[in-house]
């Protein structure tokens, strides 16, 4: 039990998938203008990240470790990935409108990110069993939410500051995002 | 020379693996497609495909796709698009199998200029560049604008309003032109039209400004200036556009009639006048303040010594008292338990004397016994009882010296 939780506050905090890991990075900077657009992009992360590792463990454990064929595992996943999240649309298409409409337009985002991937990945690198892969999918994700909702506040904050001109725009975002990586690097310091 | 290590086994197996996942996929995904199939109407995508698609929102719905499910449910009518105009919703009409397409004309923005402040915030919004502030009155241009109504959504003093293209025409037909610069009659219905209010202006409330500065960068005249982290608004050049009042973080600006906000921006001026010497008479008085509470502490530190002092000579002689008082209950002490010892020692004599004279008793009487031990046979009966009276006797005493 100790451990699960362990391996939820690495993943969210101590190997933040953004800021630690550097993966997804595209969404994170891109969608990050808004507050509540990055609340909805963190929720889809966080929806697809944990199925998608959930999923991806299953088809490892049961049908690529005993063939041996680990070495296919980033082609594999990708597909499992991509298709997965088309039926996660089609399902909240029909089944429950409401919250296709709040993250609907988020997911076509996700099937390519790499955070998703890379979550699958280093589950693998882990050798995690399927209850620690899904922890750890949710804990990535909840670190991603986090970043992102984070850096989309600090940005809105960042709108009524003055600094020079050629700063304006994506370098200040990296700046941002850099100083963020920093501070994240503060809870290395955790002692568990 | 290349050696080609080939391992035909291991790449017919990746092969299948893939391929058998990739299928299986297929296979799910098409499945899935016809289970969450959500039955989108022909006519639904017929209206979407008649709709410009510029996603403006002028509409009031999500998107051309919004306003096209709206359209297909019966919520929204067939002219919803302010975009398309009469065109669109005359083949919407048609999709929709609607007889009477509803008398449609383009929506137009249209300013009424009489609560215009010209803060050009309309003009920065307007995707079409289709909005213009001319001499600090905005004016639309009926040919170019879509109707979208961002303008007067932005408009601070809801100065915009969307109307039909010909009535806006008409109030454009009918409004002065401004030939002239500063046209004279465009001044004339301005105030008719409002003559209840004063002009607005814009006051900060300092107490609550962080400076912040936003007042300051939104301010389409630059009328705001921070100074000193405090927001100040010009009385002269203010608008009362209240833009500045709606980018405030702390809501500290306020506006209101510019009598007022005049008077307060005066009043604020004198205390600044004044506070020179309102400064000069608080440092006075706070070394006053400063000297009064030296002497007090030198007083309070020479009452602390001497009431040290007499505390200290209370307790010498409170332990003197306490010693005497110690050295008499010795000595009672010692008196009292001497005079005890005594007659203890007393009542031990005693009592060995009267056991004494008690024994010489009993021995004469043992003697006595014998001489008459012929005459009396039950004597020596009696004897034994006398015997033990004066045992008893002893011990009484005895007890009672105790």
Redesign the interface.
Known sequence: MQGLIIIIITAALLDNVVLSQFLGICSFLGVSTKTEVALGMGGAVVFVITIASAVASL?YDF??AP?S?GY?DT??FI??IA?LV??VE??F???IPSLYNALGIYLPLITTNCAVLGVALNNVTYGYNFIESVLCGLGTAVGYLVAIVMLAAIRERCE?C?YLESFKGVPMVCICAALMSIAFFGFSGLNI | MIVMAFNFVAVL??TL??GI??LL?GI??GF??S????KKDEKEEKIRACLPGNNCGGCGYPGCDGCAHAIFLGEAPVNQCPVGGPKVAAEIAKVMGVADVPKTEARKAYVRKSDCVGCTLCEKTCAFDSVHVVNKKATVDLDTCKGCGACAAKCPKKAIDLMDESKARELFAAEPKAAAPAAEPAKAPEAKAAPAGEPQKAYVHKENCVG???CQ?NCPFDSVHVENRKATVNQETCMGCGVCASKCPKKTIELMDASKAKALADQEAAAAAAAPAVEAVKAEAGKAVEAAKAEAGKAVEAAKAEAGKAAEAVKAEAAKTVEAVKAEAAKTVETVKSEATEAVEAAKVQVAETAAKAEEVVEEAVKEVKMHGRTASARPLQGAPGKKNKREHAKSINQKRV
């Open positions: 088809l049908v690529l063939l064929l296919l082609i594999v597909l499992v298709a088309q039926v089609m399902f298409k029909k089944s009524g003055e | 197996k990746a693996v893939v996942v990739g996929i799910v995904l899935a497609g289970i969450f199939e959500v912040c500065t936003l960068k």
